[in-house]
């Protein structure tokens, strides 16, 4: 009787050699195949965790919100932490004497998202009445017709190709509503995408928070914070960018002498409401800050001595700010200061006083905010020797004569006083994880 072990064995032999070439063929294949498909499975893109975060403004076409420029790092400047121009993209740069030529030598082997070299002649930048020249492959030139000392602070911006593309490893996209603001800025990089979301209020990017439409929003004002820990991680800090700021409408009769602007401020008991003091409005960690300056500590024999009448004033607060617009109306009200409150969406055309936050530039040039000449000045203040430092600071080309002469200009904005500085505001970053705030120090 024949071994069943040993008759499949001749089996298997007899299979083997009647179709070993088929065998063969059919193995070589799979190997094949199992190769290539480890190849082109390599060279597929890996997923990316994707982000999706909220931020508040209003920013129009080509205004970028600084934490994104600061995200970025991709101008040919950037600032330090006494905000001074610092080498970004740009190692090094010269200034003509006579402050009108300015050449920005590139670092070397720089190149765009797409891992091209980047050459001066690719990069597409136009300034109004600004000649830009190359020089060679690294070398740009900036001719402007008068000396503007600022000039390098507007340098802090992307610098963009034919193809969008930005210098360094991420890629930018921005999408605008039909009125041209900004609603939503893509970052793109190899291993994440950032998708920030612009809410023109601080509800609107709680809410989309609350209904999972975002997973972290920055820069939330601290008066959220209670309903903000209902639905997420916190993150508390102090916002010196900027300040909280009590504007005088100088066009008013009854605020345009500077006697009852200053009795108003010494009437003030509490001017920080559990905040961060501020001195001026240029922050305290630039190079140009000076903390010496004529401050208004409560004094109600002081107030009666420059307000000589009864006055009765309207104050405008935007919806964030009510509680400190009532907090200020409780501590001015009295026999000669008569204040009622209102709430504003925006910066209205007409108004005695308004509360309103302040976002401090990183030069210290404020020519726009407080010039007499200027359709932006809120104020509407006329004083001639404001005037005249904005003016000076603006073409002094030399840091020392500079600083000099914002040291006048808080000097003098704290004595003239078109505008009370009252506190930097605290903020908060709200997360779905604690993970999520690692993406915040990126930016810094």
Known sequence: MTNPFREKIWFIKGFVNKYITQILISLGITIFVALLG??????????????????????????????????????????????????????KWTITDDGKIYTFY????????????????????????????????????????????????????????????IIGQYDIHLKQKSSGFISQITI???????????????????????????????????????????????????DFNRIVTLIFNQQDPNLKEKNVRQGIAYSLKDKKFDQTEALT??????????????????????????I???ISLELAATPELLSIAENIKNQLNSDQISISTK??????????????????????????????TQA???GRGQDEKIDKLLED????????????????????????????????PSVINLARKEAYFKLIDTAK
């Open 38 to 91: 480890n190849i082109l499975f390599s060279k597929m893109p890996k997923s990316r965790p994707h982000y999706r975060i909220g931020i508040v403004g209003q920013f129009g076409s080509g205004q970028l919100p600084p934490y994104i420029i600061n995200f970025l790092n991709a101008g040919l400047i950037a600032f330090n932490t006494s905000h001074e121009p610092s080498p970004g993209l740009a190692e």
């Open 343 to 372: 709430v504003v969406t925006s910066t209205p055309d007409q108004f005695q006083l308004l509360l309103t936050t302040y976002s401090i530039p990183q030069d210290p040039d404020q020519y726009r905010d407080w010039h007499s």
């Open 376 to 378: 932006t000045n809120i």
């Open 308 to 310: 000589k009448s009864p």
């Open 188 to 238: 793109d990089s190899k291993d994440k995408m950032l998708v920030f979301n612009v809410f023109p209020t601080p509800r609107q990017a709680l809410t989309a928070f609350k209904l999972g439409q975002v997973d972290l929003v920055l820069n939330l004002p601290s008066e959220y914070q209670i309903e903000a820990e209902k639905y997420g991680k916190i993150q508390k800090q102090i």
């Open 281 to 306: 409005t240029i922050s305290p960690s630039s190079w140009a800050f000076n903390p010496l300056v004529k401050t208004y500590p409560y004094n109600p024999v002081r107030t009666k001595e420059l």
């Open 393 to 424: 600071g603006r073409v002094t080309q030399d840091p020392k004569e500079r600083k000099k002469i914002y040291f006048d200009f808080q000097k003098t904005f704290s004595e003239e006083l078109p505008a009370l500085v009252l506190y930097y």
């Open 106 to 165: 590139l670092k070397p082997n720089l190149k765009w998202f797409s891992g091209t070299e980047v050459k001066v002649s690719d990069i597409k930048i136009s300034i109004p009445n600004i000649s830009i020249e190359t020089i060679d492959p690294n070398i740009i030139r900036f001719s402007i017709p008068t000396k503007f000392s600022p000039f390098l602070s507007l340098m802090n911006v992307p610098l963009l190709n034919a193809k969008g593309e």
